[in-house]
């Protein structure tokens, strides 16, 4: 079997990376495609995967949509090339040259919907299947498989993933020295217009406070303001998982790394406009309570949450013990995944 796995972001790659592992170790083919996004290449390269570079990233509605178009034709010549028998992907490419070509289409998508309709028009229309989270306010059709899980235990459950304490010398750290990690993102995405997270004054608030509990590292998207520089995570992406595992806390305006920290038993807070609008990240406050989400207008709030959580004595054992509720209920997404493709095809 040859299987074309498309990809458009760095987390995509982590999610399909252990499987397609297996894949080939059953003798199938793999090939990536990919939009080139920072880190996207460095961590197919990490993992020693064959890819093809589809797409540049473009800004504006007229930008998206000539890259849409680069991207699909890109796509559709490269699964003619490898004679895919099947396509995955985060993507609404795939779908389209599933249509034109012999191959099948497979979109694992874990968002809501109504929170990313442009691609749910786009893409759900012409997919052969659509994959998502059992927690997800979707209406389900007879195209959609749902599974008890996320995204991030495809990569991040125990199954898959042993954390590396020499991670702390990496950091430059002693072993069991609490670090905190801060992730700032850019708000490029095409799903990011009109949102926004921590200010600039919430930063170097954050910083302030968590440098008396520990050291603080930043991971950014984009240009870091000289001030934070000092500050910048001093590991290569591949590494950033093992990091996180270890850390007291993670605050992000981001949403991926929110849940990899939740999945992972590390305290997250997250501050940005999209709180209370995806069902993965809400199950996981509500029900599991491993993450807590504040409004940009609600910094206060969120420092003072923060300070409460460090002054527990407990914390990372009262985390532990969340985690493995939320483990107990979930599947290990890797394996589903693998059980899953066998079958469809």
């Known amino acids: 079997m040859n299987i074309l796995i498309d990809i458009g972001h760095p987390a995509h790659?982590?999610?399909?990376?252990?499987?397609?592992?297996?894949?080939?170790g059953k003798g199938h083919q793999v090939l990536f495609t990919i939009r080139n996004r920072p880190m996207v290449p460095e961590?197919?390269?990490a993992l020693h995967f064959q890819y093809s570079i589809a797409s540049t990233p473009r800004?504006?509605?007229?930008?998206?949509?000539?890259?849409?178009?680069?991207?699909?034709?890109?796509?559709?010549?490269?699964?003619?090339?490898?004679?895919?028998?099947?396509?995955?992907?985060?993507s609404v490419s795939i779908t389209h040259v599933s249509k034109l070509t012999p191959a099948r289409s497979v979109v694992f998508n874990e968002d809501d919907a109504?929170?990313?309709?442009?691609?749910?028009?786009l893409a759900y229309p012409f997919a052969d299947a659509i994959v998502i989270p059992?927690?997800?306010?979707?209406?389900?059709?007879?195209?959609?498989?749902t599974y008890e899980g996320y995204h991030e235990l495809a990569y991040l459950h125990p199954n898959q993933f042993t954390p590396d304490?020499?991670?702390?010398?990496?950091?430059?750290?002693?072993?069991?020295?609490?670090?905190?990690?801060?992730?700032?993102?850019a708000f490029k995405a095409h799903h990011d217009t009109g949102q926004r997270g921590l200010s600039i004054n919430a930063q170097r608030k954050l910083i302030n406070l968590l440098n008396q509990y520990g050291k603080v590292f930043i991971t950014n998207e984009g240009k870091l303001p000289e001030e934070f520089r000092p500050y910048q995570l001093p590991i290569p992406p591949h590494r950033i998982h093992h990091a996180l595992y270890y850390a007291k806390?993670?605050?992000?305006?981001?949403?991926?790394?929110?849940?990899?920290?939740?999945?992972?038993?590390?305290?997250s807070i997250r501050?940005?406009?999209?709180?209370?609008?995806?069902?993965?990240?809400?199950?996981?406050?509500?029900?599991?309570?491993?993450?807590?989400?504040?409004?940009?207008?609600e910094e206060n709030k969120m420092l003072d949450k923060i300070t409460l959580l460090l002054k527990l004595p407990d914390l990372q054992q009262e985390w532990a013990y969340r985690r493995e509720k939320m483990l107990s209920e979930k599947v290990d997404l890797t394996s589903w995944m693998v059980n899953f493709i066998d079958k469809f095809e």
């Not at 997800?136 to 959609?144: F, Y």
């Not at 806390?249 to 305290?267: F, N």
């Not at 501050?271 to 807590?292: A, D, M, P, R, W």
Request: glycine share 6%; with cysteine; net charge neutral.
């Open 114 to 121: 109504d929170y990313i309709k442009p691609f749910a028009y």
């Open 134 to 145: 059992a927690c997800l306010r979707d209406k389900k059709t007879n195209k959609h498989y």
């Open 13 to 24: 790659v982590h999610l399909f990376a252990r499987a397609a592992k297996i894949w080939q």
């Open 165 to 185: 304490p020499a991670i702390f010398s990496e950091l430059g750290m002693k072993d069991g020295e609490p670090y905190f990690i801060l992730r700032l993102v």
């Open 59 to 90: 800004t504006g509605v007229i930008g998206q949509a000539v890259e849409l178009l680069e991207h699909d034709w890109q796509v559709f010549c490269a699964a003619r090339r490898f004679r895919a028998d099947i396509m995955l992907g985060t």
């Open 271 to 297: 501050c940005n406009t999209f709180i209370g609008k995806c069902s993965v990240i809400e199950e996981l406050e509500h029900k599991y309570q491993l993450t807590f989400g504040f409004l940009p207008n």
């Open 43 to 45: 961590l197919l390269e």
């Open 249 to 267: 806390m993670l605050i992000s305006d981001g949403q991926t790394m929110t849940i990899e920290a939740a999945v992972l038993g590390t305290p």
